[in-house]
T-cell receptor
Framework: AQSVTQLDSQVPVFEEAPVELRCNYS??????LFWYVQYPNQGLQLLLK??????LVKGINGFEAEFNKSQTSFHLRKPSVHISDTAEYFC???????????FGAGTRLFVKA | EAGVVQSPRYKIIEKKQPVAFWCNPI?????LYWYLQNLGQGPELLIR????????DSQLPKDRFSAERLKGVDSTLKIQPAELGDSAVYLC????????????FGPGTRLTVL
């Protein structure tokens, strides 16, 4: 069975500062990893995903994430955040060869002016 | 291209009443998911369809919840009777069905049970 732990429930940060949202996962088999963003009163939208290959994955809106197999982590980063990045961010994992996706509890990113 | 459509967006009902949610996935997407999202939590899978077949309904509380996707396109999720603890957002998502593909989410239906 897989699990996902998002280590921070809330992350406040000033505009134009860098940010890292942390995600650790647990699985006995190889996995695919995802980050989704949810703006208020909207559904989730994919930011980026890791399936295979390069461990550094670039996504939309200037976000990137690095897959670290030894530390079972998939942290999300952005070098300079904007007010518009204020949202809920979800890390998710699914087994390769499977269809079930497990989502973390989410990290609320709050960007302050 | 139209996204995943859900209706209604909001629903308020009294406990013990029935309620139904509707979802129209992206055209051509064979896989359809219903998720439950409690406040401050991530989505939790209720049921997954491959075309019209429910291939994973292990987390669906079958005593009060039911779902259907009769023609393999749109889907309905029903709760009868609703309980106070069912208050949550119900999300529908679809994907082309290939493992590793992203899921496309609808805006959700926010259910409040009084």
């Amino acid at each position: 069975a897989q699990s996902v732990t998002q280590l921070d429930s809330q992350v406040p940060v000033f505009e134009e500062a860098p940010v890292e949202l942390r995600c650790n996962y647990s699985s006995s088999v190889s996995v695919y990893l995802f980050w989704y963003v949810q703006y208020p009163n909207q559904g989730l939208q994919l930011l980026l995903k890791y399936l295979s290959g390069s461990t550094l994955v670039k996504g939309i809106n200037g976000f990137e994430a690095e897959f670290n197999k030894s530390q079972t982590s998939f942290h999300l980063r952005k070098p300079s955040v904007h007010i518009s990045d204020t949202a809920e961010y979800f890390c998710a994992v699914s087994e390769t060869g499977g269809f079930k996706t497990i989502f973390g509890a989410g990290t609320r990113l709050f960007v302050k002016a | 291209e139209a996204g995943v459509v859900q209706s209604p967006r909001y629903k308020i009902i009294e406990k013990k009443q029935p309620v139904a949610f509707w979802c129209n996935p992206i055209s051509g997407h064979n896989t359809l998911y219903w998720y439950l999202q409690n406040l401050g939590q991530g989505p939790e899978l209720l049921i997954r369809y491959e075309n019209e077949e429910a291939v994973d309904d292990s987390q669906l509380p079958k005593d009060r919840f039911s779902a259907e996707r009769l023609k393999g396109v749109d889907s309905t999720l029903k709760i009868q009777p609703a309980e106070l603890g069912d208050s949550a957002v119900y999300l529908c998502a679809s994907s082309p069905g290939t493992n590793g593909n992203e899921q496309f989410f609808g805006p959700g239906t926010r259910l409040t049970v009084l």
